[in-house]
């Protein structure tokens, strides 16, 4: 016989299992496989296990330091086991990584779990290639761009040739799909009166983000996401926002900066030294470091030239596209799209210009004086 005990918790009603002496299992209420492992006779009861596992709980959830483990016996297969007592090594919040570049092209290094470097581990794991974004490149990949971890939106500048293919070959490319996604939860949501309506309204807002979310990348890569979203209720949302909002971050950095409470997450600031060979004042997408005083980012040093010279192409194409809608200068549009990785092309750059001139002509002559 198995006994249980019911917590409830921020992230929702959790249930404890023990075999009377020590944990055998943990399950959010509602998720994939709750209870498996339990036999059909079971009992709840208050034991001292429980207690210690609620008390390691409270603590975890108050970011308060940890007490120790109860005793744990956890029900699974000898791999299963293993993989459980790997994750025993690992300490509590000490993971630490270093992301550098420019929004939607950025690198990953120094990786560290408890100060220990797991930089290369983690690049040399095949699973690594198998179950996260690294799914769209290879080892070869990440080790010519300096054996760093890749944000996803490089594989458009590194598989180019294949990604615009599937762009190509698709029904429906990204924007489109997503237009058509917007499209009918507008018709939805114009049916519904709120807020008389508004879980109805929010079932709606999930589940069409859902539909963008799991088919993240599949138009351009031919292959879907390992993680498929489920969308949450309006109760589950506000007990989980921190897993659930996309915004949340946001919400830690302005705690941070008014009330003390020093974080660290990546931003878009002035890069300020922080990466050498390129300007103070060019914008970076970097680990920052985030204190009442504002944010700061790391001092990342030298990087790998072959992505120094991708960032500078990048930040090349931007000047000129400031200088072409500021100045009305349709050479320097074209410049900084032949120069750009995605176009890089004469004949193609005149074209887009002549249609961006042409397209928002109105936007481009606002800067000039009467």
Not at 108 to 127: C, I, M, S, T, Y
Not at 197 to 214: P, V, W
Not at 224 to 232: A, D, F, G, M
Not at 355 to 362: H, L, R, T
């Amino acid at each position: 016989m198995w006994m249980i005990f019911h917590k409830p918790s921020p992230v929702g009603m959790l249930t404890l299992s023990s075999d009377g002496a020590a944990l055998t299992g943990l399950w959010l209420d509602g998720q994939k496989y709750f209870g498996v492992g339990l036999s059909d006779t079971v009992k709840e009861n208050d034991l001292p296990v429980f207690e210690q596992a609620s008390a390691w709980l409270d603590a975890y959830f108050a970011k308060a330091p940890l007490p120790a483990l109860p005793p744990l016996a956890p029900q699974g297969s000898p791999f299963r086991q293993a993989v459980w007592r790997l994750l025993l090594e690992i300490p509590y919040g000490t993971l630490d990584i270093e992301c550098y570049g420019l929004n939607h092209l950025s690198w990953f290094r120094n990786a560290k779990v408890n100060g220990r470097d797991v930089q290369r581990e983690l690049l040399d794991n095949p699973r690594t290639y198998e179950h996260s974004e690294m799914r769209l490149f290879t080892r070869e990949m990440a080790r010519i761009s300096g054996d760093c971890m890749l944000n996803e939106y490089l594989y458009f500048y590194y598989r180019r040739v294949k990604s615009l293919s599937m762009i190509q070959k698709a029904d429906h490319p990204r924007g489109e799909m997503i237009y058509l996604i917007n499209r009918e939860l507008e018709e939805q949501l114009a049916r519904l009166e709120l807020p008389r309506d508004f879980e109805q309204a929010f079932s709606l807002y999930m589940t069409a983000y859902g539909k963008r979310e799991n088919a993240y990348f599949s138009v351009e890569s031919g292959a879907c996401r390992e993680k498929v979203w489920n969308p949450p209720t309006v109760e589950e949302f506000r007990r989980r926002m921190e897993e659930f909002s996309r915004h949340y971050p946001y919400l830690v950095c302005c705690r941070a900066i008014t009330d003390g409470e020093n974080c660290r997450m990546v931003l878009s600031v002035p890069n300020n030294g922080a990466i050498d060979g390129l300007r103070d004042d060019d914008v970076v997408e970097i680990t920052c470091d985030i204190r009442s005083d504002g944010a700061h980012p790391v001092r990342i040093g030298a990087i790998d030239e072959f992505q120094l010279q991708q960032i500078k192409r990048l930040k090349y194409f931007e000047r000129c596209t400031i200088q072409a809608i500021l100045e009305d200068d349709r050479d320097a549009a074209v410049k900084g799209l032949a120069l750009h990785p995605l176009v890089n092309d004469f004949e193609l750059a005149e074209t887009l210009t002549d249609i961006f001139f042409d397209k928002y002509a109105e936007f481009i002559h606002m800067n000039e004086t009467p």
